[in-house]
């Protein structure tokens, strides 16, 4: 299980040169991925009607394909993903273009995980419509592979349609794309049309019936098993060595193949090394 670490967006503040620290610095622990969480818009908590959401306008998040680009940057090996990128509220060809555009900056080191949202906020203010957003990802990810493999596409959805056009420059191979979410409906997608699952959960009893809908939707679909990945998170905050290796011991024995370490609310907020000391622990105690 290759483990990883994830990006404390709200914490890590906007210096350039602490960012890059972070993402060098994570490297150098031997964390083979760097993902990071997506939100375009914070809704105002005294607003009409109230908010209460897990987060608000006052909650940063650094813009996914931006913040990579810099990391590819200023690394070599560490890979990137989101975890996950709101693909309904997005423009489907501008997203595959700018997809395309981090996979080749990067080497192929960039996997796209996906999410339906839930804010209606940010719905509205990006003027997509919010109802229907699961048949419209499904069809965007259709769209997003056809843009990075074909030259001329012919596409007539029910969202979107391209007329005898394409983008350029396209990546080399196709960008992977793994699913969040743990309704039935996505996980069946997920297994129809990705390439990984990115639970939220715990390793128990419902992540394993989940991974078990998964597999059966793949094998329904004349899709293998094989090379299929699946992106955990633990926490540092709150734990031990001997909680953690056990909660990363249960993802492995359910088959995870990734596992990222999350540790925001450790040490003074923009603090690069309480973070990355924090993370070091945690991979210390699950790789002994």
């Known amino acids: 299980m290759k483990l990883g670490i994830v990006f404390p967006h709200d914490e890590i503040g906007t210096d350039p040169i602490a960012i890059r620290d972070y993402a060098q610095g994570a490297e150098a622990l ?151 979410g743990a309704a039935p409906v996505v996980l069946r997608r997920c297994g129809r049309l990705g390439d990984g699952w990115v639970p939220s959960g715990v390793p128990n009893e419902k992540s394993r019936q989940a991974i078990a809908t998964i597999r059966a939707a793949r094998e329904e679909a004349g899709l293998p098993w094989e090379g299929f990945g699946i992106q955990a998170q633990a926490q540092t905050r709150g734990g031990n060595p001997e909680r953690w290796k056990t909660h990363h011991d249960n993802w492995r024995d359910l088959g995870c193949t990734h596992l990222a370490i999350v540790t925001h609310y450790v040490g003074n907020g923009t603090d690069v090394d309480a973070h990355l000391a924090s993370a070091e622990r945690y991979f210390e105690a699950v790789r002994a």
């Open 30 to 180: 031997g964390a083979d991925h760097m993902m990071v969480y997506d939100h375009v818009l914070g809704a105002d908590p005294d607003r009409e009607g109230g908010w209460d959401g897990p987060y608000d306008k006052d909650v940063a998040f650094h813009e996914p394909f931006t913040l990579f680009s810099y990391m590819a940057a200023v690394t070599s090996e560490i890979t990137f993903g989101t975890c996950v990128l709101v693909l309904p509220q997005r423009q489907t060809a501008l997203v595959a273009k700018q997809a395309a555009q981090l996979a080749i900056l990067s080497g192929n080191r960039f996997r796209m995980g996906i999410g339906v949202g839930w804010n209606t906020v940010e719905f509205e203010a990006l003027d997509i419509p919010f109802a229907r957003r699961g048949s419209r990802q499904a069809e965007q990810v259709e769209l997003m592979r056809r843009l990075w493999t074909e030259d001329n596409v012919a596409f007539a959805g029910a969202f979107h349609t391209v007329d005898r056009a394409s983008i350029l420059p396209r990546p080399s191979r196709p960008i992977p794309i793994w699913f969040g």
